[in-house]
Structures are given as C-alpha cells and as structure tokens.
C-alpha cells in the first residue's frame, strides 16, 4: 500500500481529512499564512515523518487560503492526517473541497470520520495515481479497504468530496 505523500490543497466547508458537522463550516481565510491552522490535530497513522500543514493561498491576492500538507516524504505506510478539534459527531455529513498537485509516491486527499486517534478512525481517500476512491477503517495502525470505487481523479483539478454517516452506514 502506498503512503500519503502528496502535495494537496484543501478547502473545506471539511482534511484529510477533517471532520466537520452541518451547519460548521471551517475555511481558513482568518489562518495565518504559511502556519498551520488553529484547532486542528495533526497526526500520522504508521511510520516516517509527520505531515506538513500549513495555510497557503491556491492563487495570487490575499483570499483562498487553503491547508496544504507539503511533507514529501516517500515512507512507505504513511499517512498523515488533520483533524478540526472542535465537536463530536456521530451522524454527520462531511463535504471536502481538494485538488491532488503532486507527490512521486501518492496524490491522496480523503475525509476522516469517527476518529479516536492516530491509530483508530474511518477514512475515505481518494487517489490521483490510482484512480479511485476508497474506505478504509483503521484499527490498531492497520487500514483495512471496505470500499473502493475506480473514479478518474485529476491532477491539478478541483474534487469535492462528500460523506454521510448515519448510524453504521456510511455514504460517500
């Protein structure tokens, strides 16, 4: 399995990996440019480094802000995540806005649900070099597929991603 070790931009209304309940919505226009954002957890799920998160601008001016994790190292099983702090949510819907720019191993962004830890959360990722979309739960620091849809996703292009989970059942 490939680690995460994208160059991503997220704009969240959610993470990858951010857990966020209607009616919150979280951007990071009031962040501070090239820091990460305030009240998230950053977190690794298996080995090397941690990630890189910070608030960049997607294009020139001084709007758009969006987190970037910019970490490119190439550890296999590596995946790292941040999620928004604030609430607990058992039934909730999550809507991510993400655009994969790079990454030689992976071009991954997804959405975090149901975390406990580093080592404990339900995750759906999807892939820029292998062309799907994914759920995986993970248990113990080992991520089990549930679910994979082959899906075209793009380079350099805007994905929105969404999920819905209600009791047992998730929908993405």
């Avoid at 820091?35 to 799920?45: I, L, N, S, Y």
């Avoid at 058992?90 to 975390?115: C, E, H, I, M, N």
């Amino acid at each position: 399995m490939k680690p995460h070790t994208a160059l991503i931009l997220v704009v969240c209304s959610a993470p990858s990996l951010v857990a966020i309940a209607d009616p919150v919505k979280r951007d990071f226009e009031s962040d501070t440019l090239g820091a990460p954002p305030a009240g998230f957890e950053f977190a690794r799920t298996g080995n090397g480094a941690e990630g890189k998160w910070l608030v960049r601008i997607e294009r020139g001016g001084d709007k758009n802000h969006v987190l970037v994790q910019e970490s490119p190292d190439p550890t296999d099983y590596r995946f790292p995540v941040a999620v928004l702090k604030e609430g607990s949510y058992r039934d909730v819907t999550l809507t991510v806005r993400a655009k994969p720019l790079s990454g030689k191993v992976d071009q991954g962004f997804g959405l975090v649900w149901r975390y406990k830890d580093a080592n404990n959360y339900y995750i759906t990722r999807c892939n820029a070099d292998e062309d799907n979309c994914t759920i995986y739960h993970t248990v113990d620091g080992r991520r089990r597929a549930f679910l994979n849809h082959n899906v075209k996703v793009a380079t350099n292009t805007w994905h929105i991603l969404k999920m819905e989970a209600v009791g047992d059942h998730f929908t993405v």
